[in-house]
């Protein structure tokens, strides 16, 4: 239990940060740490078990037949990202109190960046890979607000939109990617999949499905040519960008290429694609960052770098180049976040992040030029430092791989080069920002930040170098758990170390570190290179890219969709008619053995008057209250058959919903005109009435050949296991509270917003009120009679005395939580068409959003307190008890469940009719509460 209180205190630490507006800003920071320093502490107790080679478990049961559970898991590569996602986000969260200024809400971003912290722990935990996708689109979400927090400003506005395009984008792929090898395999669990290798790369699907996995790791990692979105992320505040775009969401493409490792690696497409987008973006970022005047602009383009350096490790076919990988993604997290708080720091203490302006600030504030300096300096490589480590390994497997064939020996030269360029944009970042003579036009006067500002940064650059001379004491468990998760079986021998010798990866690294300082101080024939070649701007381009896409979309919708209903019957229903109808030509009998059963006479008029009234709403469909009228017969003789046909339960929904639905048509009536004027040519009507002819003659074709067959109902199956499963004998309420639970739950969502939605758009709308009929008649002056009143008045007990018996009796007997919703509803409807909006607004003050915010969550905490006995989610419980002077009776929780169906249907239906009901007359809005 303790692996699935992970990722839900830190959602707990979402909700809670999120009610701190009140509080002190210290009092804000401590709470929503403490989330996240629980579960640190339980990861850290789980780490033994970890290291010893131990994969930690937990699944709770959700759809067992479609092959998706709840499942946790937690391994070596998992647990690593499990501490840089929870410790740097601790950090991240302990420098953002220090970071905003009393203008910006600080509940805000601390809710959004715990929110990310359960989306990200949702995904590097998942061992289920439809839920892997579903917390990895909640990374772009929540990362999308992040991004906009500062949403007054246009950069963050269309930088956020930008991310979330391009990673949503690639998250649709992944999806089709997860589906695809879950078919492949035969199921989503994660551990399967892991183990089935030869499986997976002999199937036909492989090449698409590893293309399609790849989008979505590669768009989410900022790899080129997808690597735009990133720099244009940093209009987010600083913390954001320290904690997003350095230690975790561009890691969570990473996170997916080393995870799906022992799965779809080893072939000569995984190493031609991984390589070659890895050695690409590892040469572009490190070029672009040393051109960039934003000190967050070159850290954006760095991060592209790096990160490709370690997708480059895990395109090439070699083991020790995966470890070398997982040991970078450790290091780069350590000293991109603390040189982010370090830009953060700069920018807030001077007002500006401009390096043209930004120099000689070692003066101003030496404490964190040191340690920024240190950070930039593992960035770049230099001895003593982590990144140095990871460096030395990576030139070193760059040796030893044949991506290239005979051309080969380009993969170390190109890697230096880059090795280069990192020196060289790290010795820009210290030089110009902190000496490079003195500051200009700075917006504030620079100075040392508070103290506590600089603890996180001290933290990570501590890390930064005990990790540099100390690697073994520090990192060794780690390093080699999270290698075992992603290179499987067993982990080859290596040795993490300061020195190994003069050698050809030390060689590589001097020239990397001499070349850069080079490329440093004759940066100006560099520069006047650069500027002399065309400039491109990925915002202009993905601008004028979704500009021509949207135009696109609108000329197409403007030709679809042209406000006619009419025209949208017309196509959809000539789509049904022909895949419909076209399977009927090749059929050689329309008719089956099966005998028919004879027509009675109770049968025949029912039948008759169920045709008379559908053709009499055709025939008077321009005099509205007749046609309304006539399509309530209709209603009217479904409900009879039901009942004929032994469904009494769905006679009883149908009578009720006709009644509900035939009062609020008509007070939306009342606004509109008697008659409607005539609008279709004869040429129309001609055309109408040879489409309904066929879809009618199609349809009844189909209905013969059915009931002329025989047919096996999946209805044996719920009238067998009703009982024994819900606890109830009657079957269509099992259904609908236990079997199919969760639709019942979707749809009570979806009439909820209706109704919310129905209500807002009534809102203020400008209605003429009319006064006389279509012929000159005025309405009756008395508009509430006193006859309806008392009436009314009398039938209210009574009605709620029948709707509560027909929600207790749901479970066994007809009834239920929706019948039961909707008698109550009507009770209350009748008391609105007996007295007015104002008379119940004086006498009930009700709020419907909150009823039906109550019904909603009711239903859902009762199917998520399955989970705690262990059963899945919505799984009805019940048993029988004996009670003094009542005696034995069944409690089951579905009755719990009904109770929210209930207050969803009642707080719905009346959010409706006071909204239509306020427009009918003079009451002022607030006289009910919707």
């Known amino acids: 239990m303790t692996l ?39 990861t850290i107790s789980l780490a033994p078990a970890v290291f010893s080679g131990e994969v930690i478990r937990r699944t709770i049961s959700w759809i067992p037949l479609l092959g998706i559970d709840i499942a946790f898991r937690l391994d070596g590569l998992a647990l690593l990202f499990v501490f840089m996602i929870l410790g740097i986000g601790i950090l991240v969260i302990f420098y953002a109190r220090y970071y905003l200024s009393s203008k910006d809400s600080m509940p805000k971003l601390y809710a959004y960046l715990m929110l990310f912290m359960t989306a990200m722990l949702g995904i590097v935990m998942s061992n289920n890979i439809i839920q892997l996708w579903f917390f990895w689109e909640l990374t772009s979400i929540s990362s999308f607000l992040l991004i906009s927090y500062w949403w007054h400003k246009a950069e963050a506005r269309k930088g956020a939109i930008m991310a979330l395009a391009i990673t949503g984008g690639g998250g649709l792929a992944l999806l089709a990617g997860l589906l695809l090898l879950g ?6 669990n994660l551990d399967i999949i892991l183990e089935s290798k030869d499986i997976i790369q002999a199937h036909a699907w492989y090449e698409v499905t590893l293309i399609l996995v790849l989008l979505g790791a590669f768009t989410k990692s900022a790899q080129f040519p997808f690597h735009f979105w990133l720099p244009h992320a940093m209009a987010a505040p600083t913390p954001v960008s320290a904690y997003l775009h350095s230690a975790t969401m561009v890691k969570a493409g990473i996170f997916l290429l080393a995870r799906f490792y022992p799965a779809l690696a080893g072939t000569d497409l995984w190493f031609i694609l ?11 970022g490190a070029y672009v960052a040393l051109f960039k005047h934003d000190l967050k602009g070159l850290l954006a383009y760095s991060t592209i770098s790096h990160l490709g350096l370690i997708t480059l490790l895990l395109g090439l076919d070699t083991q020790l180049a995966a470890v070398a ?29 401009d390096m043209r302006k930004l120099n000689g600030m070692w003066r101003f504030m030496p404490y964190t030029a040191t340690l920024a300096m240190v950070a930039a300096a593992a960035m770049a490589g230099v001895p003593l430092l982590n990144g140095f480590l990871s460096k030395e390994m990576f030139f070193a497997e760059t040796l030893h791989q044949q991506l290239l064939g005979s051309m080969s020996w380009l993969i170390p030269v190109l890697a230096t080069v880059a090795g280069a360029l990192a020196v060289a944009y790290s010795a820009r970042f210290i030089h110009d920002v902190f000496f490079n003579g003195d500051p200009i036009d700075l917006p504030r006067q620079p100075s040392e930040p508070p103290r506590y500002m600089r603890v996180p940064i001290e933290i990570l650059v501590a890390l930064c170098l005990v990790v540099g001379i100390f690697p073994n004491f520090i990192v060794d468990d780690i390093l080699k758990a999270a290698s075992f998760a992603v290179i499987g079986g067993y982990v080859p021998e290596f040795k993490v170390a300061l020195w190994h010798g003069f050698n050809l990866p030390l060689l590589m690294s001097a020239i990397a570190v001499t070349g850069g300082v080079l490329l440093y101080t004759q940066r100006r024939y560099l520069y006047q290179y650069h500027a002399s070649l065309p400039n491109l701007d990925a915002k202009k381009a993905f601008d004028s890219s979704i500009y021509v896409v949207t135009k696109w979309c609108q000329r197409k919708i403007c030709a679809i969709e042209n406000g006619s209903l009419q025209r949208y019957l017309i196509l959809m229903f000539v789509v049904v008619l022909f895949f419909a109808g076209w399977p009927l030509f090749e059929m050689s009998q329309l008719g089956g053995q099966k005998q028919l059963t004879p027509i009675d006479v109770h049968n025949a008029i029912g039948a008759s008057l169920l045709m008379i ?5 055709v025939i008077w469909y321009r005099t509205r209250m007749i046609s309304l009228l006539m399509i309530s017969v209709v209603g009217l003789m479904v409900s009879v058959a039901f009942t004929r046909f032994s469904a009494p339960d769905l006679a009883l929904t149908q009578l009720t919903v006709e009644v509900v639905t035939i009062v609020l048509l008509m007070l939306a009536l009342f606004f509109l005109p008697q008659r409607s004027p005539k609008e279709s040519s004869s040429i129309r009507v001609l055309r109408d009435l040879g489409i309904s002819a066929g879809l009618g003659i199609v349809v009844s074709s189909i209905c013969y050949a059915l009931i002329t067959r025989p047919l096996e109902s999946i209805s044996d199956f719920f009238l067998a296991n009703a009982k024994t499963g819900g606890g109830g004998t009657n079957v269509v309420n099992v259904i609908l509270v236990d079997f199919r639970g969760f639709d019942t739950l979707g749809e009570i969502c979806v009439l909820g917003i209706a109704a919310l939605g129905i209500s807002k ?40 005395m029948v709707s509560f018996y027909i929600f207790l009796r749901g479970h066994n007997l007809p009834g239920g939580g929706f019948i039961a919703g909707l008698v109550t509803a009507i009770a209350f409807i009748l008391q609105y068409i007996a007295h007015g909006s104002n008379w119940i607004a004086e006498r009930l003050t009700i709020n419907y959003r909150k009823i039906i915010a109550s019904g909603i969550i009711i239903a859902l905490f009762t199917g998520v307190g399955s989970w705690f006995f262990g059963r899945p989610f919505m799984t009805t419980w019940f048993d029988y008890f004996d009670i003094p002077f009542i005696g034995e009776i069944e409690l089951a929780s579905a009755l719990i469940f009904d109770v929210g169906v209930y207050f969803t249907v009642v707080g719905a239906t009346l959010m409706i009719l006071a909204s239509l009901g306020q427009l009918t007359t003079n009451a002022p809005k607030e006289g009910v509460k919707i």
């Open 4 to 42: 699935l209180w992970i990722p839900l205190l830190s959602l707990l630490g979402s909700i809670i940060s999120s009610m701190t507006g009140k509080l002190t800003r210290n009092q804000s920071t401590g709470l929503t740490m403490l989330m996240p320093i629980i579960a640190l502490l339980m």
């Open 325 to 353: 990988a997982i040991f970078h993604i450790i290091n780069h997290a350590t000293f991109k976040a603390s040189l982010f708080m370090a830009t953060g720091i700069i920018d807030h203490e001077t007002g500006t992040r």
């Open 761 to 800: 758009l009534l809102v203020n709308l400008p209605l003429i009120m009319p006064s006389h009929d279509s012929e000159g008649r005025p309405w009756a002056k008395e508009r509430y009679p006193i006859l309806l009143a008392s009436i009314s008045q009398s039938l209210l007990p009574l009605a709620l």
């Open 183 to 188: 078919n492949i395999v035969g199921s989503y």
């Open 274 to 284: 991984v390589s070659l987008t890895g050695l690409t973006t590892l040469l572009f």
């Open 613 to 617: 009234g559908a053709i009499s709403t």
